[in-house]
């Protein structure tokens, strides 16, 4: 009876196995659409977990406790916070992806709680510039658009290019930064006329509508949305699939992450969703009642030290490196060590193979 039960459990390990495809998920259409790649997202989730650090002086010279593992090595240049919204990003160059990184924050609230309550209400209620059915969750838009961050991400990206060339530009974040690493994305690509931009996002909410999931996966095609057996966030704001024109949509694609089997034997499929944005097979097929699962991604811890204000810390010998504006908004900014020749040479090497 016991070899009976071993040789069941050993079968579904093997049939588990399968079905995932292992660690790396390699997915080829003959469209435009991006590539799960395993690797890459464990990297990114580290970014969107260090751009969390309150400690300003551990992360812009990436010291801190999340500044290391599969991000050791990585420079930022510029690091940008908004005081007066509780918004920080930076932007840097991370010499193994032969790229540019862009990390936004996301949600730091007294209550994560009463933020995802507030998100069952919202309504569509901004007109996407440029096209005139598209809107989108004015929030989120004006967290990118209407603060110090898309100035100070923009003047940053421009300052990498011009010592770098041009480098891939990497756009990630969790949760509400998740939304803003959206917009800023086709910011670059729509307003800038930047080619080379892809998206992977982490428990990121919905954003806008039907007409803004077209207008968006036309100008930014290389994007992923990963999210987390039953986390909430990426139900909200809801969809109402008897609304489909109107309602908030999720632009594709999904990378769904969630657990099978049982007891001692669970294994985590990284399943690759269709091209909708609203699969129904992929997360939308659970219920999202989980804040647990919001907070971590792939083992990785995506909240801040304390949820009990924007607190930051930043040494007094790093003023050579910062400037504030009139409402306390910091800007570190220093010129990068790495070099043109050594980014090449890491290309020529291989790196890490993207998208």
């Known amino acids: 009876m016991a070899m009976k039960s071993l040789r069941l459990k050993v079968a579904i390990f093997i049939c588990l196995f399968a079905t995932s495809g292992g660690r790396e998920v390699n997915v080829h259409h003959k469209d435009h659409v991006p590539t799960y790649n395993h690797t890459l997202a464990k990297i990114l989730v580290e970014y969107s977990s ?136 086709l910011d670059l690509v729509v307003n800038y006329g930047t080619h080379n931009v892809q998206v992977m996002t982490f428990g990121q909410p919905r954003t806008g509508n039907a007409a803004f999931v077209s207008y968006f996966k036309k100008h930014v095609p290389n994007t992923i949305r990963v999210t987390h057996g039953h986390d909430i966030v990426p139900h909200l704001p809801p ?33 690759v969703c269709d091209g909708s944005g609203e699969d129904p097979t992929c997360s939308r097929s659970v219920s999202g009642n989980s804040i647990t699962d919001h907070l971590e991604y792939f083992g990785i811890e995506l909240q801040a030290e304390t949820w009990d204000s924007c607190r930051i810390v930043l040494d007094h010998d790093m003023s050579s490196y910062s400037t504030t504006d009139l409402s306390g908004n910091i800007v570190l900014s220093r010129t990068p060590i790495a070099s043109v020749l050594e980014l090449n040479t890491q290309k020529r090497k291989g790196g890490i193979s993207v998208l």
């Open 50 to 185: 260090a751009v969390y650090i309150s400690n300003l002086t551990e992360l812009f010279t990436w010291t801190c406790s999340r500044c290391d593992d599969m991000t050791k090595g990585f420079e930022i240049i510029d690091l940008i916070v908004d005081v007066k919204h509780c918004l920080q990003a930076f932007v840097g160059v991370a010499q193994d992806l032969n790229a540019i990184v862009i990390a936004f924050r996301g949600t730091q609230e007294r209550s994560i709680q009463n933020w995802i309550e507030d998100l069952f209400w919202k309504q569509l209620d901004l007109k996407y510039p440029g096209t005139p059915d598209a809107m989108v969750h004015h929030g989120f838009y004006s967290a990118y658009h209407n603060t110090t961050i898309r100035p100070g991400v923009l003047h940053a990206v421009k300052r990498a290019k011009n010592f770098f060339g041009d480098l891939d530009i990497m756009v990630t974040g969790h949760s509400m930064g998740g939304a803003m690493a959206s917009f800023c994305a």
């Open 239 to 271: 969809y109402y699939s008897y609304f489909p024109q109107k309602t908030y949509q999720h632009f594709p694609r999904e990378v769904w992450l969630y657990n099978i089997g049982w007891g001692s034997l669970v294994y985590t499929v990284e399943k």
